[in-house]
């Protein structure tokens, strides 16, 4: 017998019409992925577990408020969802957390945002320049394989194949990259959010 996965829009549809089934298995398709990086932000297992509903809490309301209109990008919508409450949870407590770049987590991906305003399109300006600048002191083959992941959207494996060096030189020089970028915002206290 062939188990056909429906896609998570069909799934979303099948909830907004009355479905619960379909939420349930959007969240044990996803919950994995979700908790994992939730918890890579904050490991305590009991706030990770708060979070984690909180974000599926705000899925349930924006899904029932016929608000969702991501056209098929479920999962870096429930994604960007937990990041926001990742966020918030540190702001509350005044700390900040530490991102680390995955293949399929970057923090690049979560500062754009289609729908700015003008004043927070001025600041995403400002905010990408200090960054362009900071980026620009890195070494250069730490800057290469910065600049090769984040702006032109390689793989480590493409970048390894481009730059003639191995898969984990690649790794290497991207977290040394991010690590030099946070000694430098957390030496001259750069803010870098909207």
Sequence with gaps: MVNIQLPDASLVK?????????????????ESKIYGFIYSKIPDRDITNDIFQDTFIKVIKTLKSNSYNEEGKFLPWVMRIS???????????????????????????IMSDDSLTIENKIIADQVQMDLQKLIEELPPDQKEVLIMRMYQDMSFKEISESTGVSINTALGRMRYALMNLRKVIDKHQIVLTN
């Design 14 to 30: 099948e909830y907004v019409a009355g479905n619960e089934d379909a939420l349930a298995k959007l969240i044990k398709r996803h």
């Design 83 to 109: 990041h926001n409450l990742v966020v918030d949870h540190y702001r509350k407590t005044k700390k900040m957390p530490m991102f680390r770049e995955t293949e399929e987590f970057s923090i690049f991906s």
